[in-house]
């Protein structure tokens, strides 16, 4: 920190950290960024979207059918795996478990020794979440108890 008394100019304002000079603020309705971001240009999601809800044609038994190129991509990677690529089924899979077999079973019902031992734990969780004596406001960090000396040594 500067203890430098701070600047006035002629009509008495003074000027310092935060208080730039009033002739080099941006006028009220004055963007800081005039040129700003270009009308029509999106970022990499959206392209990445658009492309691939885009559709092609595919020819599947025989006939041609018109899908996304996202679905003709998955069916590419299945027909790979099928021939025999263990890396697009080992890909295949991966993503099939992440998008179908992290969600929890729903219709399961549990055994009543189960919801016990899932009510116990939710209650040390709410227990151990609740304030509790810590460090004081102030960084009285030894009163709190957080840095103890060691008799060890």
Known sequence: MSNAPKKENATGYAVGRGKPPRHTRFAPG????????KKGSVNLKTMLEEVLTSEIELKENGKKRTVS????LLKRAVQQALSGDMRALKDLLDRYERCVGAEPERNADLADED???LQRVLTMRTQRAAPGPGPQPDGDFEQAGIFEEDDHG
């Open 30 to 37: 004055q963007s800081g960024n005039p040129g700003g971001r």
């Open 115 to 117: 919801r016990a031992i």
């Open 69 to 72: 190129l996202l679905e003709a």
